[in-house]
């Protein structure tokens, strides 16, 4: 699904000093290539602060034990991503509130976070799933009128901007709600060459909390006023993901420019939803996802792996039907948009070297098998 070889490739130089660099001044945990990281980070998101942690589903956790949340307060988020989200919820013995989303975006549907909301619900979690904003404008205000938290988790979108909130030009995702996470797992948009995360806030409360948390919730040596956890970037990832970083945007584009190009392949093709982009948004094609009507999903993916063209399902399973979080609350046919979406969707490669002829090899492949 990804060429991370033929990207290493084109940076191999840069990469390689950037490690040595580390490894030279042996200044492996909080050396100085982690904040240098941060403030990078901070200018390219208009962000006050980024705080580096282990990973995604550590940010995500950091986040909701940062607002002081109660066991037993409800957290709403979507049944249609990759289960993190709902994970950090119950292990914090708080209870995941699912929604359903849209049929064009795949994302939550403000209106149904809206149905769900009771006198114990304290945090709205939306998911920028695949590369492209939830319709986070109609979200911050719902949040804002029930005294809500909103924790943006920004995994798959980072670099994605929403335009024309509280008039200002092209948000970067993850900035706006009270805390936004990402990861940089290898073959997300921005990638590191192992595990890391990071976790963003204009609050600077919230800002000196999550520093503590990070890192077994201590505020000097030895001295613990939270109980925390140890979730840290070490210095080898930052100093690559500062190198990619500078690329980020150049990979956006390029991601932009093969979505365009399945976009014209498949317009005609009656058998295929191509992604819709919201117009509040920017799309920066973490993936590539289709909606397939009638079509065998599973004979085309056996189609395509006959010929040496990946595919995979996100998701097969909704959150709320998956074995460890099926409660009696729900049941099969809650949530008829989600539900339809695993059955029927299907992500194609999409990534920083895909070619055009490629694109046109997997294409054909495609079309070969949908339209027989
Ligand atoms: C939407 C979403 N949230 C959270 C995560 C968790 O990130 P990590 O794998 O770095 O823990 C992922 C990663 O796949 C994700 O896609």
Redesign the pocket.
């Known amino acids: 699904m990804v060429d991370l070889p033929g990207q290493y490739q084109k940076i191999k130089t840069e990469v390689d000093a950037a490690i040595l660099e580390v490894i030279y001044s042996a200044t492996f945990i909080n050396g100085p290539a982690v904040k240098t990281f941060q403030e990078q980070m901070e200018a390219y998101l208009g962000v006050k602060h980024v705080i580096p942690c282990g ?3 550590d940010a ?1 956790q950091l986040a909701l034990m940062a607002l002081d949340l109660k066991p037993g307060d409800e957290v709403i988020t979507t049944s249609f ?2 289960i ?2 709902a994970e950090v919820i119950a292990l914090l013995k708080l209870k995941p509130v699912f929604v359903d989303v849209f049929p064009d975006t795949y994302n939550i549907d403000p209106y149904a976070i809206e149905q769900a909301i009771t006198s114990k619900t304290k945090a709205i979690i939306p ?1 920028h799933l695949f590369g492209q904003a939830a319709d986070i404008n109609a979200i911050l205000k719902i949040a804002k009128k029930h005294h809500l938290f909103v924790v943006e ?1 920004t ?2 979108a980072i670099g994605a901007e929403v335009y024309g909130l509280e008039n200002r030009d092209n948000i970067k995702v993850g900035t706006m709600g009270d805390v936004g996470c990402t ?1 940089f ?1 290898p073959s997300k948009n921005l990638g590191a060459f192992g ?1 890391g ?1 990071a976790i963003f806030t204009n609050n600077d409360k919230l800002a000196t909390k999550i520093r503590m948390l990070v890192n077994h919730g201590m505020s000097e040596r030895y001295y613990h006023d939270y109980v925390g956890i140890n979730s840290r970037l070490d210095s080898i990832q930052a100093a690559i993901l500062s190198v990619k970083l500078k690329h980020l945007d150049e990979y956006t584009a390029a991601r932009q420019k093969a979505a365009a190009f399945y976009n014209e392949a498949f317009a005609d093709c009656e058998r295929i939803q191509c992604p819709q982009t919201a117009e509040f948004t920017s799309h920066v094609f973490h993936q590539y996802t289709i909606v397939l009507k009638n079509v065998d999903r599973q004979g085309l993916m056996s189609h395509l792996n006959e010929l040496g063209v990946a595919s995979a399902v996100y998701y097969p399973v909704p959150l709320h039907l998956q074995k460890a979080y099926r409660d009696s609350r729900y049941s099969e046919g809650d949530f008829p948009v989600t539900e339809a979406l695993s059955q029927s969707v299907l992500s194609l490669p999409i990534h920083t070297e895909l070619t055009e002829s490629i694109q046109e090899e997997i294409i054909n492949a495609v079309l070969e098998y949908v339209k027989k």
Do not use: E, I
């Open positions: 990973n995604g589903t995500l991503t990759f993190a989200t998911v988790d995994a798959q990861s797992f595990d995360g």
